[in-house]
């Protein structure tokens, strides 16, 4: 069996949970059959990472260098389309290659499969990016999804949003298979040398080890919350140690709220730690290790593969109870989940923004204030983690969705 996966991101281009899970999920699949990955950014250059035999890079069609952004990427897709000559299936993940997939699928008479890591209709934020591109992606997604032979959903939440958003979908076409994630890359330091690397990245960042800290990872975007949080973290003790990766910012105008919302943080408390580079994995997992608790504050989040990489570092997860987050926090168990009550707009806007901020702060100085808690809480979270999320796992419910459409 030969299988094309289609994607936006693949190494050395990758900037979220998506790009992390077609890199893996290639991985993975590898040794049980034919791999090929088809990607944006152009092609990768021998002996860099990304280059591996089976992998096409597609660079944006130069007569299009001028247009809307969500133009030059359907210009991606159709090569990409002409690329996947001689797959038996083809597997997309999100907009950006969906529409690929499904050109693939009407061209050559294939089954088209999706990945669901995130919905056009329930971010439509995007318009303040793409403008009439917003309606160009979207026509792209829906069109996909209505004539797929198979969608993957990362989460329960997910699959409930698939059929809500797309009603002329089928229920039986859409299958439930968790993000994974690789356990080996995502440890506590237990070498001598691999905590001496992590001391000294935690030295670079001024980052002081063995104090309350909460940290937050994420891109600057509306989804992941950023804004709630921040001003959550007003509300907590002044000498907790805040850590905040977050950078790729969507749009400028998001960039001057949190940017202004960081500011007043810092006027009020010293241990304020905000960080724009993307941290190479090491340096990212000895942050991780030197925090108390981990905080995922979206109001749009199908798995949200970065609380798995948080709780594989045993640290709790305190966490939106929106869409996929449920199917990874056991409430009470690996860390508390923050009840929302949210618009139906598509947006996830609070409807209390104040008492979801609020909360968030009460649960937050929970675990921070004890941390005998937040150790239980954060073991609990890696045995959650090796039981449930493992890439081995996934990699075989994968395949289970591939013979299921090819039969």
């Not at 792209?140 to 959903?153: L, N």
């Not at 919350?225 to 969507?250: E, N, S, V, Y």
Request: charged fraction near 20%.
């Amino acid at each position: 069996m030969r299988v094309d996966l289609l994607t936006r991101e693949y190494p050395p281009f990758i900037y979220g949970g998506a790009g992390v899970h077609v890199n893996e999920l290639a991985r993975v699949l590898r040794p049980h059959i034919d791999v090929r990955v088809h990607a944006f950014d152009g092609p990768r250059l021998p002996g860099t990472e990304g280059a591996d035999e089976g992998v096409q890079g597609y660079s944006e069609l130069s007569e299009l260098a001028a247009a809307n952004a969500a133009l030059r990427t359907l210009g991606v897709d159709l090569q990409m389309a002409e690329g996947v000559a001689g797959a038996d299936l083809v597997h997309s993940h999100t907009w950006y290659a969906n529409f690929a997939g499904h050109l693939a699928h009407l061209l050559y008479d294939i089954p088209h499969v999706i990945s669901a890591h995130s919905l056009e209709p329930l971010r439509p934020w995007k318009a303040e990016q793409l403008g009439g591109g917003y309606r160009l992606s979207s026509f792209a997604e829906k069109t996909a999804y209505e004539g797929a032979a198979g969608i993957i959903a990362v989460s329960n939440g997910m699959r409930d949003d698939i059929l809500r958003c797309f009603p002329a979908v089928a229920p039986e076409k859409v299958h439930v298979v968790h993000n994974g994630i690789d356990l080996s890359d995502w440890a506590r330091p237990e070498t001598e040398e691999a905590k001496a690397a992590a001391a000294a990245t935690l030295a670079r960042l001024g980052i002081i080890p063995d104090i309350p800290t909460v940290v937050f990872v994420g891109r600057i975007t509306r989804q992941k919350g950023l804004p709630h949080l921040l001003r959550a973290l007003r509300m907590i003790q002044k000498d907790t140690q805040i850590i905040l990766c977050a950078g790729a910012p969507d749009t400028p105008e998001i960039m001057a709220e949190v940017e202004g919302l960081v500011a007043q943080l810092r006027a009020e408390r010293p241990l304020v730690h905000f960080i724009t580079e993307m941290l190479p994995r090491p340096e990212l997992v000895a942050v991780l290790d030197a925090a108390t608790v981990f905080v995922t504050p979206s109001v749009y989040e199908p798995l949200g593969i970065v609380n798995l990489e948080a709780m594989a570092v045993n640290l709790p997860v305190v966490g939106t109870a929106t869409g996929g987050i449920p199917d990874v926090i056991v409430d009470g168990e690996t860390g508390y989940l923050v009840p929302i009550e949210q618009l139906n707009d598509g947006t996830g806007t609070p409807l209390h923004p104040a008492k979801f901020e609020a909360d968030l702060a009460e649960r937050l100085t929970v675990l921070l204030t004890n941390p005998q808690l937040a150790e239980q809480m954060g073991k609990a979270g890696r045995k959650r983690v090796e039981d449930h999320f493992a890439w081995s796992a996934i990699a075989q419910r994968t395949l289970e969705v591939y013979r299921h459409v090819l039969r």
